[in-house]
């Protein structure tokens, strides 16, 4: 298992955009698929999008696709994910994962980090 550490969230407009960053707290050596969730008050955790471990694959939940992009940092085997055109619904504390194969399941991932708030105001 690897320490994530997710930052960039924050207090933005609507139509706005941010770019979160996943990092592991330390080295890490092995190979892993990405992915990020969002959870949002009195809901349940959703899926947002995942990468596998070259970078060579990404998908996307529906409701992102075309204004959020994931990627990785290949130098620190981290991720970033950027969000554009934001909206109010985007809202959500926002988390970083990392597992063997990845996928659109949380039961996909062994490895999360504490989550970073988004919020986009209409």
């Known amino acids: 298992q690897v320490q994530l550490v997710e930052s960039g969230g924050g207090l933005v407009q609507a139509g706005d955009s941010l770019r979160l960053s996943c990092a592991p707290s330390?080295?890490?050596?092995?190979?892993?698929?990405m992915g990020w969730f969002r959870q949002a008050p009195g809901k349940e955790r959703e899926f947002v999008a995942t990468?596998?471990?070259?970078?060579?694959?990404?998908s996307y939940a529906e409701s992102v696709k075309g204004r959020f992009t994931i990627s990785r940092d290949s130098a620190k085997n981290g991720v970033f994910l950027q969000m554009n055109s934001l909206k109010p619904e985007d809202t959500a504390v926002y988390y970083c994962?990392?597992?063997?194969?990845?996928?659109?399941?949380?039961?996909?991932?062994?490895?999360w980090g504490q989550g970073t708030q988004v919020t986009v105001s209409s």
């Open positions: 990468i596998n471990w070259s970078g060579s694959r990404t």
């Open positions: 330390g080295r890490t050596f092995g190979t892993y698929a």
């Open positions: 994962a990392a597992g063997l194969t990845g996928g659109s399941r949380d039961d996909d991932y062994h490895s």
